[in-house]
């Protein structure tokens, strides 16, 4: 399955940016959707994940309180909201999906999309 990542840009800190990520394929309800982040110089992290078929959530300890993933199926996109965000926030983001089964690895990578959280 292809993805799609996009809204990334430009925020001040404190500021707030929504990504979204649409697949093109097939996404099955025992799938789930992550979002990762990688930062200059730094590697690949974890960020947030959410069951395509809807609710359960997670999220890595340095979002949480401020980061929101949602969507799945029935909105056929994943969302991540992105409030009170930080400069060491700065980073490529990624979308990611795989089969439960699969998990931690993740089998399909969007292309990313860079935030840059700057004054």
């Known amino acids: 399955v292809q993805l799609q990542a996009s809204g990334g840009g430009l925020v001040q800190p404190g500021g707030s940016l929504r990504l979204s990520c649409v697949p093109s394929g097939p996404i099955f309800s025992d799938y789930v959707m992550g979002w990762f982040r990688q930062a200059p110089g730094k590697e690949r992290e974890f960020v947030a994940r959410i069951y395509w078929d809807g609710g359960r959530t997670y999220y890595a300890d340095s979002v949480k309180g401020r980061f929101t993933i949602s969507g799945g199926k029935y909105k056929n996109t994943v969302y991540l909201q992105m409030n009170s965000l930080k400069p060491e926030d700065t980073a490529v983001y990624y979308c990611?999906?795989?089969?439960?089964?699969?998990?931690?690895?993740?089998?399909?990578w969007g292309q990313g999309t860079l935030v840059t959280v700057s004054s």
């Open positions: 990611a999906a795989t089969p439960v089964y699969r998990m931690p690895h993740y089998d399909s």
